[in-house]
């Protein structure tokens, strides 16, 4: 039997459990007294309420007291117990929300400070990194600003909101909550979450380790998504992180010709270096409006791994940082794109009944509506097993990989869940993974593979097959002719 018991007031919980005062005095405890009468006190509340027990109870003792079997007292002891921890907790909660409220430190001043234009900017302490800050009003009032934390030297943090036009400086407790999945990194992806002034609505917010100190010496950030927007776009593609002088030029191009035929209209990539090829590549891209550049110059500050996971080699954060550039990249385009595609450049999400993303997606809402995460299981395209179809000659001296000479995919492993990656609608998420989200508003759906797949093209995972054992999937060719079309014209401005 489950009771669902409602919280109620002291007067209520007075009158529920009669307490004398002096019970309610040794539950309480009183300060300076001696430790021995400390121990003493749970048992004599005990005998005083049973003495009481009998007087002014509350009405619905009768339904206790069937309850109970005649041992109400006991019963309604336990009552009184489970409800005053409960409010003794909800007040340490309403006190936590009260230490985090902003509160004016000084007035009468102009709002003023240099303002950072970097992507990744160092805090004094050099532990902690601010990437950007962004309003989100979801559940309450608050600045989210992302960043990179290291998991335990980073303890408090404020946030500085100078609130114009009268200059009044406020200082709010930070909550900060260093994600999840950091795969054993001492560094990680974190929010440090502010809440906002009631009267004010910020442009600007300062990061500080410290509630007192100069506002004026402190890096201005500017909190992006303040105003609401009308949609731009239906689909932006995050891409992070290229990095390790990426040339994988053809296969780029291709993919980024599939994004535009299956409906993307912007691709969203943090850049750490790739080659001088690949740079006037991103630039025709730029030019075009598809393509916008975020700069991730994140070796500058950590050492970085290409790895996913932590392999004890004195590295700070994983695979160039890329959880906490696919969270960034979600709240920059929350406000501006009706669904945002997680995944990488060598991943194309290929529908199998639907000619594009934007009817196959029209699809899957309506058959699971209230979901926010759509996730799509990967399928490895092995780039050493090719076909001599489409061995255009053109491409030979393009580096990279013609991904429509590679149309057979590895089976199924046995026992191995196949990563999965994402479209989401980024009003519903608060923090993500690469394969999965933290948390979330809505629910996630794994789509059937009948309806969707990612094609990736890549080196094999199951080397060792032979070409039978591969599964013959040719539904890339379905877009040869607007593809090959599409590649030549690009070619022909940046490369050849």
């Known amino acids: 039997m489950v009771w669902n018991i409602p919280l109620v007031s002291w007067g209520q919980l007075s009158r529920l459990c009669p307490l004398p005062t002096s019970c309610a005095t040794l539950l309480l405890g009183r300060g300076g007294e001696k430790q021995h009468e400390k121990q003493r006190r749970p048992w004599r509340c005990m005998r005083q309420h049973k003495l009481q027990g009998q007087r002014n109870l509350h009405p619905h003792l009768d339904t206790f007291k069937m309850l109970c079997g005649g041992k109400k007292s006991y019963f309604v002891a336990a009552v009184c117990v489970i409800i005053l921890t409960s409010m003794v907790t909800l007040s340490y909660l309403r006190l936590q929300r009260f230490s985090h409220l902003p509160k004016i430190i000084q007035e009468g001043s102009r709002c003023r400070g240099k303002t950072t234009n970097s992507t990744i900017t160092a805090l004094k302490d050099n532990r902690t990194f601010i990437i950007s800050p962004y309003f989100d009003d979801r559940e309450s009032k608050v600045t989210r600003v992302i960043g990179i934390v290291h998991h335990e030297d980073v303890k408090q943090l404020y946030c500085w909101f100078c609130c114009p036009p009268d200059g009044k400086i406020y200082v709010s407790k930070a909550k900060i909550d260093v994600h999840s999945d950091r795969f054993g990194f001492p560094y990680g992806a974190a929010d440090i979450v502010c809440l906002e002034p009631e009267n004010c609505d910020p442009t600007h917010v ?224 608060i923090q993500t993974s690469v394969h999965s989200v933290l948390r979330a508003y809505g629910n996630s759906v794994n789509v059937p593979m009948d309806v969707a797949l990612i094609y990736h093209c890549r080196v094999p995972l199951q080397g060792n097959l032979p070409r039978e054992s591969l599964i013959r999937d040719t539904t890339l060719w379905r877009y040869n002719l607007s593809l090959v079309m599409n590649v030549n014209k690009v070619l022909s401005q940046t490369v050849l």
């Open 206 to 429: 300062s990061i500080h380790q410290s509630p007192r100190g100069n506002i004026d010496q402190l890096p201005r950030f500017e909190i992006k998504n303040r105003k609401a927007e009308t949609f731009s776009v239906d689909f932006t593609v995050c891409i992070s992180a290229m990095f390790g002088n990426y040339n994988n030029v053809l296969q780029f191009i291709q993919s980024m010709e599939m994004y535009k035929i299956l409906g993307v209209q912007k691709v969203v990539i943090y850049k750490n270096n790739c080659s001088h090829l690949m740079e006037k590549v991103l630039k025709f891209y730029v030019e075009e409006g598809t393509v916008e550049i975020i700069p991730w110059p994140i070796n500058s500050h950590l050492k970085v791994s290409s790895k996913w996971h932590f392999m004890q080699d004195g590295t700070h954060i994983g695979y160039y940082g890329q959880i906490t550039a696919l969270n960034d990249c979600i709240y920059r385009n929350m406000q501006r794109s009706k669904f945002v595609v997680l995944n990488d450049a060598d991943e194309i999400i290929l529908p199998l009944k639907h000619p594009d993303w934007k009817s196959m997606m029209s699809s899957l809402q309506e058959q699971n509506p209230g979901t926010g995460v759509f996730l799509f299981e990967n399928h490895i395209f092995p780039e050493t097993i090719s076909t001599h179809m489409f061995n255009i000659s053109s491409w030979n001296t393009v580096p990279g990989v013609n991904i429509l000479q590679h149309v057979h995919r590895e089976p199924d492993r046995k026992d191995v869940l196949n990563p999965k990656k994402m479209i989401i609608d980024p009003r519903k998420v």
